[in-house]
């Protein structure tokens, strides 16, 4: 009974911290999700501007999909997040016949008061 009680009091927070981890809901509320194909800019650095960071975006694309379609696709993730620019993105690798790219998906930090 007392082993009972104790397994309950450890799988409910972690249920309850697994159910909050879905979706395609922006991580951080400042910056909403954005339509796929908005302005988002790429860079292998973490970029020259201040930043928050939303979180990490990959795409996955089989090597007959075009460069620029694939590089759209990561895009498309960083606007699911709410994001603007993708930094980290290094050359894509290369498994079972995919084009892999991956990067960490950033807000520019917007200056208060305009």
Known sequence: MIRAARVAAIVAPLASLAAGCGGDRPLD?????RAEGCDVQIFREAPD???DNLGPVSARC???VAED?????LKDQACKLGGDVV???E???????????SG??????VKDGG
Request: aromatic letters at 12%.
């Open 104 to 109: 960490r998906a950033a807000h520019t930090k």
């Open 29 to 33: 509320p400042r910056y909403p999700a």
């Open 62 to 64: 089989d090597d007959g």
């Open 87 to 89: 930094w980290g993105v």
């Open 49 to 51: 501007r201040a930043t």
């Open 69 to 73: 379609d694939c590089l759209r696709t």
């Open 91 to 101: 050359d894509p690798q290369h498994k079972y016949e995919k084009r892999i790219y």
